[in-house]
């Protein structure tokens, strides 16, 4: 995949707006959907990865390339350990269920962050998921799982330097090359749900220049419609990375 930074158009030219290339999404408030509704906060989670569906399968109609969502930070371990192990199994009930309908509708699935921490078992299922849908070129899915931005950046440089990098050698493109999304363009736009306001260690190098879009829907009810609303904020905004033309910098089509 070209390392491109812009938007491309959607594929259904009557919706009139143009959608990120690179779509970011902090799923925030599951525990809240749920808490609201007097169920425990497991089953938020569970209604957070059944609308992760309808939003993929949306990312896809609407023509997103990549989607890259933060599932668990290297800070969510702080959460009660029931609530971890949670979290954990739903990771792997995802890749169990919904691995074989990825597959075959294209998807490519990346991990970002740190497999420690993991099961083996776990670990195992993750490395096969990445591999087996490596080829795969119609939505590419990063999973920011176990994953933060000052330790992904810190993890760069470690290796950059265990590579022997002089420092007159390192540059923005070599030191992209390191990171977890190593081969993909900066991120064009990320969502938060749940009315926060903050990026919470997403991103940090890959969203330098990303526009920002806040919504108080919970991620459990934020549907196609509201996907839909963010592009066209998206739409009108003017990126004009740091200089002053208005002019939007050129899409990938």
């Given at each position: 995949?070209?390392?491109v930074?812009g938007?491309i158009?959607?594929?259904?030219d ?8 690179h ?5 925030d408030?599951?525990g809240?959907w749920a808490?609201?509704?007097?169920l ?7 209604a957070g990865v059944?609308?992760?569906r309808?939003?993929i399968?949306?990312?896809t109609e609407f023509?997103?390339r ?5 599932a668990f ?7 009660p350990?029931p609530?971890v192990?949670?979290?954990?199994a739903?990771?792997e009930?995802v890749?169990?269920?919904?691995l ?9 699935l990346?991990?970002l962050?740190?497999l ?5 078992k776990?670990?195992e299922?993750v490395?096969?998921?990445v591999y087996?849908t ?5 939505l590419?899915?990063?999973v ?5 931005g ?6 760069a440089m ?6 022997g990098?002089s420092?007159?050698?390192?540059d923005?493109?070599l030191?992209n090359n ?7 363009p900066d991120?064009d ?6 009315g926060e306001?903050r990026v919470s ?6 969203a330098?220049?990303?526009e ?9 009810d934020?549907?196609k419609d509201?996907?839909l609303k963010?592009f066209?904020v998206?739409?009108?905004r ?6 002053l033309?208005?002019k939007?910098k050129?899409?990938?089509?």
């Amino acid at each position: 995949m070209a390392a491109v930074s812009g938007a491309i158009h959607a594929r259904d030219d009557s919706l009139n707006v143009n959608v990120p290339f690179h779509l970011a999404v902090i799923m925030d408030g599951n525990g809240r959907w749920a808490t609201e509704r007097g169920l425990p906060r497991q089953a938020g989670h569970r209604a957070g990865v059944e609308n992760l569906r309808r939003v993929i399968r949306a990312c896809t109609e609407f023509g997103v390339r990549i989607l890259t969502i933060y599932a668990f930070s290297t800070e969510n371990w702080a959460r009660p350990g029931p609530e971890v192990r949670g979290l954990l199994a739903i990771l792997e009930m995802v890749i169990d269920r919904e691995l074989d309908d990825l597959d075959a509708n294209g998807v490519q699935l990346r991990h970002l962050g740190r497999l420690e921490g993991l099961t083996p078992k776990l670990q195992e299922k993750v490395k096969a998921a990445v591999y087996r849908t490596r080829n795969n070129d119609r939505l590419t899915l990063n999973v920011a799982f176990n994953y933060g931005g000052r330790d992904e950046i810190l993890r760069a440089m470690r290796r950059i330097v265990s590579d022997g990098i002089s420092a007159e050698e390192i540059d923005e493109v070599l030191f992209n090359n390191y990171l977890d999304t190593a081969g993909e363009p900066d991120v064009d736009l990320i969502v938060r749900t749940a009315g926060e306001m903050r990026v919470s260690n997403f991103l940090i190098w890959q969203a330098f220049y990303a526009e920002y879009y806040a919504t108080p829907v919970y991620w459990p009810d934020f549907d196609k419609d509201e996907l839909l609303k963010a592009f066209q904020v998206f739409q009108g905004r003017d990126r004009k990375y740091g200089g002053l033309s208005t002019k939007q910098k050129p899409t990938n089509e």
